[in-house]
């Protein structure tokens, strides 16, 4: 392989663009499916086939962290997913919170697939004190009250707003104010707190529109 581990670890941190950041999750589910398929190396041209995403834009983005590649030879597949794995922060375990446990909420706590990567939920909150005391998947839904002695006797990294827009800047703060690393916005609103906390907004009509111009667009 062109680098070895500790060659692509000891690569200096920079400022690595969102853009670069937002196709880091696409290379590795694709290496995943590869893996499970037995395939062993593969070429940034057959990458670039399957992904819809230009060779050269392919080893460009993986340049940014070491290369991994090797003239001639390609990716290891079983090595790029697990290097891509380790920089998108999934060899660690990341404990998450919610805060509001209505229909989103709970779909969110049901997806399984957040635990095989890593992402263990660990307790709900909500001010409703109709739904104090029920259960998702065994996680007791707690009063918000208790919310900041839970992370703080926790360790939670994260924190998923699944709350009215009215309610998330407050939430925001109080998140922030205990220790919370980072958040993950599904209120319909952008968060705005310290440089130091991940917010990753998440705006699902955003998507929608996005595909109903493009859905209105082809009928012309």
Not at 69 to 84: A, P, S
Request: hydrophobic residues 40%; glycine residues 8%; aromatic residues 8%.
């Amino acid at each position: 392989m062109e680098r070895n581990v500790q060659e692509a670890a000891s690569v200096e941190e920079k400022e690595i663009s969102q853009a670069v950041i937002g196709r880091l999750p696409r290379y590795f589910r694709y290496l995943g499916q590869l893996k499970d398929e037995g395939i062993e190396r593969v070429s940034s041209q057959e990458l670039s086939d399957i992904m819809k995403v230009t060779a050269s834009q392919i080893r460009q983005d993986l340049n940014h962290f070491g290369g991994f590649g090797q003239q001639g030879y390609g990716y290891n597949v079983g090595y790029l997913y697990e290097e891509i794995g380790k920089i998108l922060g999934l060899d660690k375990e990341h404990k998450l919170i919610i805060i509001g446990a209505g229909h989103l909420g709970q779909a969110l706590a049901n997806y399984v697939n957040f635990e095989r990567r890593g992402f263990i939920f660990c307790g709900i909150f909500d001010n409703d004190p109709a739904v104090y005391g029920t259960k998702i998947r065994d996680i007791e839904v707690r009063p918000v009250e208790e919310m900041e002695d839970f992370i703080k006797s926790n360790n939670v990294d994260i924190a998923v707003l699944t709350i009215p827009k009215q309610c998330a800047a407050a939430i925001a703060e109080r998140l922030v104010s205990c220790g919370i690393r980072a958040i993950w916005n599904f209120a319909h609103v952008d968060l705005n707190v310290s440089e130091e906390i991940q917010v990753e907004n998440v705006h699902l009509l955003d998507s929608l529109m996005k595909l109903s111009y493009n859905l209105a667009s082809r009928r012309k």
